[in-house]
């Protein structure tokens, strides 16, 4: 079983920026996708980013300008920098995982984290 810890929610003001952070257990995949989901009140989980285990990344267009996905192999942690973060970017974030060899946010993910709060107000 993989082991999914999100970190680096918080609050902050509109134009600002936040890394988050999800650590990995040390399982390891063959060939892996993780990626970043969001979910704000009201409304439906949103697919947000991934990543693929060649370094492969797909951003949603929403967030394209704005978000980078990246994946430190030595230290098993997903990031997400989030920069010109805008009040309609609240959300509670999600890590989550699959293995297999395509990697897609349309896809279903095995994994998931217990998710980090991002809270974008004046």
């Known amino acids: 079983q993989v082991h999914l810890v999100e970190s680096g929610g918080g609050s902050v003001q509109p134009g600002g920026s936040l890394r988050l952070s999800c650590a990995a257990s040390?399982?390891?995949?063959?060939?892996?996708?993780m990626a970043w989901f969001r979910q704000a009140p009201g409304r439906e989980r949103e697919g947000v980013a991934s990543?693929?285990?060649?370094?492969?990344?797909s951003v949603a267009e929403s967030v394209k300008a704005r978000f980078t996905i990246s994946y430190d192999n030595a230290k098993r942690t997903l990031y997400l920098q989030m920069n010109s973060l805008k009040p309609e970017d609240t959300a509670m974030y999600y890590c989550?995982?699959?293995?297999?060899?395509?990697?897609?946010?349309?896809?279903?993910?095995?994994?998931w984290g217990q998710g980090t709060q991002v809270t974008v107000s004046s």
């Open positions: 990543i693929n285990w060649d370094g492969r990344t």
């Open positions: 040390t399982y390891t995949f063959g060939s892996a996708c």
């Open positions: 989550a995982a699959r293995e297999g060899t395509w990697c897609s946010l349309g896809l279903a993910f095995t994994y």
